[in-house]
């Protein structure tokens, strides 16, 4: 049985460039990583490739998943690389990084508790909320809400995961912010309805 630790766990066929990786963390076979952040207890799946992202806690990222693909310059004569990869191709001694420049701040983020299924892509600049689920093989193309269920090609709205009520007693707790040896004394109360939880835990300071 593999056993993950404080330190991240990262596949050795995974390239990762300019990412931060938080603790309890593991990157999965043949992903690639460039400037994301990736927050405590997330994971992902084989063959997922994110870039310019911030990922939250305790976010499970099935394979095949696409987070901010990056973007080409629709409003040039072309769109290919040459125009703003042009060491590359011999034709500058400089890339264009106001262009790469631009294209980093369009920062997907996927929120705490989230699960993104095989094969979705989540655009540049979309906002995944807390403990939303998005459907396999969905294209997320607008922000999500928290607790959201979305599906489809452009996603859409399927479902809250829970009513109003308890959406809001979910984000007062925040229990993705507790230590791990808190989530580990309360272990077995993550398994009641989350009915029960929110009644426990609502209306205490939690270190």
Request: net charge negative; aromatic share 10%; proline share 6%.
């Amino acid at each position: 049985m593999k056993l993950l630790s404080r330190e991240p766990t990262v596949h050795e066929s995974a390239v990762l460039e300019e990412s931060t990786l938080g603790a309890w963390t593991e990157i999965g076979p043949f992903n690639q990583l460039e400037h994301v952040h990736l927050g405590d207890y997330s994971y992902t799946g084989p063959w997922c490739i994110m870039q310019n992202a911030r990922i939250e806690r305790f976010s499970n990222i099935a394979a095949s998943v696409r987070i901010g693909p990056t973007m080409h310059p629709m409003g040039r004569a072309t769109l290919h690389h040459f125009t703003y990869r042009r060491v590359m191709y011999g034709m500058d001694e400089h890339d264009d990084e106001e262009f790469f420049s631009w294209r980093r701040a369009q920062t997907a983020w996927v929120g705490n508790d989230t699960w993104i299924g095989h094969g979705a892509i989540i655009m540049p600049g979309v906002r995944v909320g807390d403990g939303a689920v998005v459907g396999s093989g969905a294209v997320v193309t607008h922000d999500v809400a928290d607790y959201m269920v979305v599906a489809g090609v452009p996603a859409r709205v399927l479902r809250p995961r829970f009513p109003a009520p308890i959406v809001e007693r979910l984000a007062r707790i925040a229990w993705w912010n507790w230590s791990h040896d808190t989530l580990q004394s309360r272990l077995k109360d993550f398994l009641l309805p989350a009915e029960r939880f929110v009644e426990i835990y609502d209306t205490e300071t939690v270190p």
